[in-house]
């Protein structure tokens, strides 16, 4: 989604806004622009539809552009086509002001009409534009930007970050925030506005997190941060400690490759410390036995591949705690009129924290009573600080679009959530909580074997990579498993790929497997090895191409149906999503390689989703 940053000090703002804007090229963009004011020249804009280098070369690397105060801006198409003119930052037509947005203004329709009316005359096709002119209007009539800022956010509906430059303040940035994450970024001598830290650390480590309805005014000398009513207030700092080196390939040709190989090590992070002498203990949460005692069901929301994280944990959640577990998309809970309530735990995960879809669910659910726990990556992000409780997947910054160590991550940590609230509840044997603490403290080690065998997956890329349409089944966990699967092909390497419980295939898509259709067999879930065995014997005799992923202990008998056999270690059967998707993830990321895709920042995908 949109990526914002802006600058105010003492040194040329340019090369720090493009700097700046390549630590948020992650989050996926279309084109990209930044003004600077100066002096000498008032606002200059310079925008692009393409890459950043594309803007980069425009400007020779920012020498182009004089001038200590600026904005830039890298856009996600929403409102018009990705071109030079829809571009941000976009321009008041008197040309003395500029604004850079992530969100969505909703009723920019109604807002641009009465702007017309009044004789304004638009150049894009964006809702960002009615922003510019809207400040305009306003200022035009006072003659004081705070005034006009005040009214417009008044009026503007939906969800939004901005940053704004005025030619007649020409020290300072504005910048305000509704449900659009932004940061100010406490400088030596500067001050920064950024959507994400990562574009900061080169600049501060000494943060804060602008909550909804703020106003932020930065100078050089500092920010004061107003209040919705505009009273101005002081806003708690926090100090980033992790280093920028984690947010770089260090090496490796893709991050999303990097990021894999890491899932051992943010696992041994998320788990060890929440493991003593053999019991799952988790400081940070503070809901007590007799409220765990009272629940009636657990809902879980998330959006993509957390929710896919959730229809695993259906399935292992079930088991542990015999309570039911609904499993909700995020976009789809906010208005399905929920049944929730105080006997609900509403399980939230996200790994940005800053999905705009499970930000509004989870409020819709604290409004209906219920409790929240996020299950969160990126530490202060809105949904960690607006859910009840909170638990940090360790994993440290996720660049790749796809989510590879965030996802496991979460597995294992809602593992933990599990065995933790079985316990309180007495729903899980002694023997059985011993084992899967065993179990869980190898995972790591049981990681590092699958990725030691990456060349087998390497192989089975080669020999599928030109395929145009894949089938993943499963039963069970391994349905789940199926869901996260078909996600991480589709999404980097573009072929058509679907996920179906086994079961289903007779009900009609069948009648899609012929010669040759490669069929995704995961057979990795040992009470229903002899059902999985019976799926692929089906899809086998309609000509399907199958390969198998099972454990170890069943790779022989596989071995005499499927056309390939991928295996994993044997475990429980909780912790065999958090094996299995590792030569998944390692078969896209194959596939996309050998087909020649943007691995790490696939078409039209966003790394933070924080529009409706
Ligand atoms: O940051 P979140 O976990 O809330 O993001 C949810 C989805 O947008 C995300 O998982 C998406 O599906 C990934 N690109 C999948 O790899």
């Known amino acids: 989604m949109c990526g914002i940053v802006g600058f105010v000090g003492a040194e040329p703002a340019a090369p720090v806004l493009l700097d700046g804007l390549r ?54 198409a929403t409102h018009g086509e990705p071109n030079d003119v829809n571009s941000h930052p976009h321009v008041s037509e008197d040309g003395n002001i500029a604004v850079v947005h992530n969100g969505i203004i909703e009723n920019y329709m109604e807002i641009k009409e009465f702007l017309i009316s009044k004789g304004i005359h638009f150049t894009s096709e964006t809702d960002t534009e009615v922003v510019a002119q809207l400040l305009e209007y306003y200022f035009g009539k006072s003659g004081d930007i705070m005034a006009a800022v005040t009214k417009v956010l008044h009026r503007i509906e939906g969800s939004y970050a901005l940053g704004i430059l005025c030619s007649s303040n020409p020290d300072q940035l504005i910048a305000a925030k509704k449900a659009s994450p932004l940061i100010l970024g406490y400088g030596d001598g500067c001050s920064l506005i950024a959507s994400d830290v990562t574009a900061l650390l080169k600049y501060t480590r000494d943060v804060s997190y602008m909550d909804d309805g703020e106003v932020a005014v930065l100078s050089a000398g500092g920010i004061q941060v107003y209040n919705s009513m505009m009273e101005p207030i002081s806003k708690e700092h926090a100090h980033i400690d992790w280093d920028i080196s984690a947010a770089e390939k260090g090496g490796y040709e893709h991050f999303m490759f990097k990021e894999i190989m890491e899932q051992p090590a943010a696992i041994r992070k998320t788990v060890f410390p929440r493991v003593k002498e053999g019991r799952v203990v988790l400081d940070d949460l503070s809901i007590t036995k007799e409220y765990v005692q009272s629940l009636k069901k657990i809902d879980i929301i998330a959006c993509g591949s957390s929710y896919h994280v959730g229809m695993v944990q259906k399935y292992t959640l079930e088991q542990l705690t015999r309570l039911p577990v609904e499993v909700v998309l995020a976009s789809e809970f906010r208005y399905c009129d929920p049944i929730v309530d105080d006997k609900t735990l509403v399980i939230v995960i996200s790994q940005s924290g800053e999905t705009l879809d499970t930000l509004e669910a989870m409020k819709e659910a604290k409004r209906r009573g219920a409790r929240t726990l996020g299950i969160v990556n990126v530490v202060s992000s809105s949904i960690a600080r607006e859910s009840d409780d909170v638990l940090y997947t360790w994993a440290g910054p996720e660049i790749a679009v796809a989510t590879t160590k965030a996802y496991s991550t979460q597995l294992a940590l809602l593992d933990l959530v599990g065995l933790y609230l079985a316990d309180l509840l007495g729903t899980v044997k002694p023997e059985d909580y011993k084992s899967a603490i065993d179990e869980i403290l190898l995972l ?32 069970n966990l391994d349905y789940a498993l199926g869901m996260e699967g078909s996600l991480k092909l589709k999404e980097i390497s573009y072929i058509h790929s679907e996920s179906y419980a086994s079961g289903e295939l007779k009900h009609g898509t069948i009648s899609l497997i012929e010669n040759g259709t490669l069929v995704v067999a995961l057979a990795t879930y040992s009470p229903l090895f002899d059902k999985a065995m019976s799926n692929v014997i089906e899809v086998k005799a309609r000509g399907a191409d199958v390969l198998a992923l099972t454990t170890v202990s069943h790779k022989t008998s596989m071995e005499k149906i499927a056309n390939g056999v991928i295996t994993i270690p044997d475990t429980i059967p909780m912790l065999l999503p958090s094996l299995g998707v590792v030569p998944l993830q390692l078969l896209s990321y194959y596939i996309a390689l050998m087909r020649g895709c943007d691995i790490d920042k696939p078409r039209n995908l966003a790394k933070s989703v924080t529009v409706e």
């Open 23 to 76: 630590h948020l090229e992650y989050r996926g963009y279309d084109s990209a622009g930044i003004a600077i004011f100066s002096p000498e020249h008032g606002l200059d804009v310079v925008k692009t539809k393409g890459r950043l280098q594309a803007l980069a070369d425009l400007l020779e690397g920012g020498k182009q552009l004089e001038g200590c105060l600026g904005i830039g801006h890298t856009r996600w």
């Open 444 to 475: 790591p080690s049981k990681i590092e074997n699958v990725l030691a065998d990456k060349e087998t997956i390497q192989y089975y890329a080669s020999r599928y990579f030109n395929h145009d349409s894949v089938f993943f089944i499963g039963r």
